[in-house]
T-cell receptor, first 115, second 110 residues
């Protein structure tokens, strides 16, 4: 079945360490996105990529980095510069960069806890 | 994209219709109304979208007022599995970004 896979589901890291969250899709979608969600809050856009080898900052990109070397993969690195990294991270994809009526397909998320 | 306003929370009895309102008074002519829902600790799921006509699919119906300043998502026969946070989003077709607010927490009561 086609979909988006985020791994791991739960991740614990020590403060000051970089950590990379995985996102893989087999939907042949061009565009991919990373969102952050804090308890009781909506989703905030971190980074997005409309094509391979290209990506743009979202609303809260500071302290994060991404790469898009393959169409299927859009990993997110949470760096030590991110002041409050504990959150629920969601990856999404869309068939193109906005030209679809059906919006996004989301993964099941990674819950990152920094101790 | 235009801003939306939704009630923070709502309850609905199981088996009844759940009507979730959304205000988008600053919507422009080329902005679509999208609805997503997020069940606890999962990724949001697309429900339905529309421009100005009422829409219906296997999950829900979307009623958009004639002036397009507000809309209502209707779940015709709510079940316990419909308990979730529902997001109303307006978006220009072709805009690569979806902006999520805090949504409405719908609780279906047995």
């Amino acid at each position: 079945d086609g979909g988006i896979t985020q791994s791991p589901k739960y991740l614990f890291r020590k403060e000051g360490q970089n950590v990379t969250l995985s996102c893989e899709q087999n939907l042949n979608h061009d565009a991919m996105y990373w969102y952050r969600q804090d308890p009781g809050q909506g989703l905030r856009l971190i980074y997005y990529s409309q094509i391979v080898n290209d990506f743009q900052k979202g609303d809260i990109a500071e302290g994060y980095s991404v790469s898009r070397e393959k169409k299927e993969s859009f990993p997110l690195t949470v760096t030590s510069a991110q002041k409050n990294p504990t959150a629920f991270y969601l990856c999404a994809s869309s068939i193109d960069g906005g030209g679809t009526f059906y919006g996004y397909t989301f993964g099941s998320g990674t819950r990152l806890t920094v101790v | 994209d235009a801003k939306t306003t939704q009630p923070t929370s709502m309850d609905c009895a199981e088996g009844r219709a759940a009507n979730l309102p959304c205000n988008h008074s600053t919507i422009s002519g080329n902005e679509y109304v999208y609805w997503y829902r997020q069940i606890h600790s999962q990724g949001p799921q697309y429900i339905i979208h529309g421009l100005k006509n009422n829409e219906t699919n296997e999950m829900a119906s979307l009623i958009i007022t004639e002036d397009r300043k507000s809309s209502t998502l209707i779940l015709p026969h709510a079940t316990l599995r419909d308990t979730a946070v529902y997001y109303c989003i307006v978006r220009v077709f072709g805009n690569e970004k979806l902006t999520f607010g805090t949504g409405t927490r719908l609780t279906i009561i047995p």
